[in-house]
């Protein structure tokens, strides 16, 4: 139950950050990816630092959400690069 809670937090701020970023809601292995990586490093960061340990609590959800902009803004970052070097898709 535990794994559904974080794979549905994870997916959840992976698309709320596509839709602050305004790239779209289409690439949902995207949104799902950003969303665990910013999960796991933002959110985890935020709450510990609130002092809110491993549980799910708000601090964590908002890191979370910011970890997944921060990691969407690095793939766009990173993907504007290849395309101009041609290197892209």
């Not at 690439?27 to 990586?37: D, F, K, M, S, V």
């Not at 959800?61 to 970052?77: D, E, F, Q, R, T």
């Amino acid at each position: 139950m535990l794994i559904l809670a974080i794979l549905g937090l994870g997916f959840l701020a992976g698309w709320l950050a596509q839709l602050i970023l305004r790239r779209g809601t289409g690439n949902w292995g995207e949104a799902l990816l950003a969303g665990l990586i910013g999960s796991f490093v933002g959110g985890l960061i935020v709450s510990l630092i609130a002092g809110d340990g491993f549980a799910i609590r708000p601090s964590g959800i908002i890191g979370s959400i910011v970890g997944a902009i921060i990691v969407l803004a690095i793939w766009g970052a990173i993907r504007g690069k290849s395309t101009a070097t041609g290197r892209g898709r």
